[in-house]
């Protein structure tokens, strides 16, 4: 049995965490169950892209339903144990979804490419059946990460405290608690294949950015090059919030923070990333934007009047 620390944190201030957290889950479901709604009613969107981002919403919903609930109770709880065994399933399934929005962002990435370079071929390339089998590999590809890192660390043996000094059963916290002599290059290699593969994705994201850069500038108006780049603002904007605050957890100096903001960035990371994302595709992407409007916001607009 594991006990989940509070981390030390101030008392008077769990409520207000709890309900800062509270918030941006409901907020995280509700804008993404509203994307998926308005890409199945829009018919005009039945395209790749909004397949991909249609993905995407059901892997951040996921994600979140994975670690926020069990999180929230923990906060206001003064019991917070967890076995052994729905530790790793919640290790599990949050590296699961989480590889699987990483390799996500990727397949839109490419996605981007194919239309503005090779626009003449794009519905070859991007066929409904090419597009299903990207998505059944980035779920596929997300699961194999997510038991990869969860038979690693709970092959280990862990000894002495069983208290996890972080609100969930994060990776780091948890590999503290082993006993095993072999414990540091098991860290090493646990970090060495969430940061490979996050590094893999960005790498190929940022060559598709490469070559859409240099297909645009060869666009001869500026009006031309402005509309062509707008369909790449939001999931270019959704890719700087993802890896930045990644790359803040996981390629940090250690022992630069202490565990209390270790903690706190975290959990921001495992709420607020979701969070922003809805906001960001709803309003950067132009296209989606207006059917919102058109599905929702007129008529709430019109029922409430």
């Not at 590889?99 to 070859?124: E, K, Q």
């Not at 790498?203 to 001869?220: D, E, G, N, Q, T």
């Not at 959990?267 to 950067?284: A, D, G, K, M």
């Amino acid at each position: 049995m594991l006990k989940n620390s509070r981390v030390t944190f101030p008392q008077h201030l769990l409520p207000i965490l709890f309900l800062l957290y509270l918030l941006m889950f409901l907020f995280t479901l509700l804008g993404n169950l509203l994307i998926m709604a308005t890409i199945w009613i829009e018919h005009r969107l039945h395209t790749p892209m909004y397949l991909f981002l249609c993905a995407l919403s059901i892997s951040e919903i996921l994600f979140t339903i994975a670690i926020t609930p069990r999180m929230l109770a923990d906060l206001l709880s003064t019991h917070r144990s967890i076995t052994f065994v729905a530790c790793a399933n919640q290790m599990f399934f949050s590296f699961m979804f989480g590889f699987t929005h990483s390799f996500l962002l990727m397949v839109m990435g490419y996605d981007r490419y194919v239309a503005i370079c090779h626009p003449l071929r794009y519905n070859v390339l991007m066929s409904p059946r090419d597009c299903a089998r990207l998505v059944a590999c980035t779920w596929a590809g997300g699961s194999v990460m997510g038991m990869t890192v969860t038979m690693i660390v709970f092959h280990l043996t862990f000894c002495g405290s069983n208290v996890i000094h972080h609100f969930f059963c994060h990776v780091l916290s948890l590999l503290k608690l082993a006993c095993e002599n072999k414990t540091s290059s098991l860290i090493m290699g646990v970090m060495l294949v969430c940061v490979t593969a996050l590094i893999g994705c960005l790498f190929l994201i940022i060559l598709s950015y490469v070559f859409i850069v240099a297909a645009i500038l060869r666009i001869p108006s500026a009006e031309g090059r402005h509309k062509t780049f707008s369909t790449c603002v939001s999931h270019l904007t959704v890719v700087v919030t993802h890896y930045s605050f990644a790359s803040l957890i996981y390629l940090k100096p250690k022992g630069l923070h202490s565990m209390y903001s270790d903690a706190l960035m975290a959990t921001t990371y495992t709420v607020f990333t979701p969070f922003l994302s809805p906001i960001i595709f709803s309003l950067r992407n132009k296209e989606l934007k207006n059917a919102i409007n058109k599905n929702f916001y007129r008529k709430f607009c019109l029922l409430s009047s």
